[in-house]
């Protein structure tokens, strides 16, 4: 057992049992250390510094009243000459964004919130050259402008750019390997979005 000596301080009463110090003599008399005061004095020191330190996971909190979301055709400005570009990413957005349930999806008429999305800039560019100078992989580079609306306000919430990119093997198979490396940054640019819209619930 520990005796509780009055007007001690606590930190000459904790510091000495969590070194795993011997006894200790406190305002004349003698504290004694036992396995179970070193279990209590730990759970004391822990408990005073969950009260005294609060941490937070979360970002900012999220737009008030945004329970729903719409997401119009994407448009495609970026003039790469891939005509469903717009569309394939529209359908793969508005189903990670269903499949997540954080929003719940939504027609304009009835939602809350909306992304408003623009693919200004799909770039193809080799990545790996062999030493023969020949290019074995490439990457396709998609850039979207995306603007976060609150359809009940009005009001522009946040306006971000993002930047995304897929690689394929540029050694055989012309443009069906082409397609494979948008697709990938496609995925991974959604994810993007996707992320950044549901961070702060």
């Known amino acids: 057992m520990v005796k ?15 070194r795993g110090e011997g006894p200790r003599v406190l305002g004349g008399k003698k504290c004694v250390r036992s396995d179970l ?4 004095f730990s759970f004391l020191l822990l ?10 996971f979360k970002g900012a909190n999220p737009p008030e009243g945004i329970k729903t979301i719409f997401i119009p055709t994407i448009r ?10 717009g569309e394939d990413m529209t359908q793969l957005l508005k189903q990670k964004f269903i499949n997540d349930n954080t929003l719940e999806y939504a027609e304009k008429t009835k939602a809350d919130g909306m992304l408003d999305c623009i693919i200004k800039s799909v770039t193809d560019e ?14 396709v580079t998609i850039n979207v402008s995306v603007d976060f609306t609150n359809l009940k306000k009005q009001k522009s919430i946040w306006k971000r ?7 394929y093997d540029s050694s055989s198979g012309g443009f069906s390997k082409r397609d494979e490396g948008v697709k990938s940054a496609i ?13 702060n619930w």
Do not use: H
């Not at 408990?47 to 937070?56: A, G």
């Not at 495609?76 to 570009?85: A, I, K, N, R, V």
């Not at 080799?126 to 990457?139: F, P």
């Open 4 to 18: 509780y000596i009055k007007r001690t301080n606590i930190k000459e009463l904790i510091i000495p049992f969590w």
């Open 37 to 40: 005061s070193v279990v209590y």
């Open 47 to 56: 408990s005073i510094i969950s009260f005294s330190c609060t941490y937070s």
């Open 76 to 85: 495609d400005e970026s003039g790469f000459g891939l005509p469903t570009l």
């Open 126 to 139: 080799a990545l790996v050259v062999t030493g023969g100078e020949q290019v074995s992989k490439r990457k």
């Open 161 to 167: 750019d993002f930047s995304n990119w897929g690689e």
């Open 187 to 199: 995925d991974k640019i959604t994810d993007d979005i996707l992320i950044e819209v549901i961070s």
